[in-house]
Nanobody, 122 residues
């Protein structure tokens, strides 16, 4: 069973940048997909970005396209989310997840981390 642990969240000002990380313990198969999701207070959890473990194929939500970049380092079993030009509406708990489908649907992910809080002040 793969366990995921996020880190790097914090409080920043609008326009700032932040990078959050997700370390996976255990083996990640080459067919896996790693995704980032977020949930703001009072809102449903939403897709942010994903990356294939064996390739560099990525997918982004329209709301973060051009500002966020997902990447991975397979040598240390880590996925990153570089967030630039942050906005107050990016405030949320960010969670990473592992699945086997190239999908933005959270139902296709079956391993989840506990999340890291990102707060963007205006």
């Amino acid at each position: 069973q793969v366990q995921l642990q996020e880190s790097g969240g914090g409080s920043v000002q609008a326009g700032d940048s932040l990078r959050i990380s997700c370390v996976a313990s255990g083996r990640i198969y080459s067919s896996s997909v790693l995704g980032w999701f977020r949930q703001a207070p009072g809102k449903e959890r939403e897709f942010v970005a994903l990356i294939r473990w064996s390739r560099d194929s990525t997918l982004y939500a329209d709301s973060v396209k051009g500002r966020f970049t997902i990447s991975k380092d397979r040598a240390v079993n880590t996925v990153y989310l570089q967030m630039n030009a942050l906005k107050p509406e990016d405030t949320a708990v960010y969670s990473c997840a592992k699945g086997s489908q190239y999908s933005s649907d959270q139902r296709d992910y079956f391993n989840w981390g506990q999340g890291t809080q990102v707060t963007v002040a205006s």
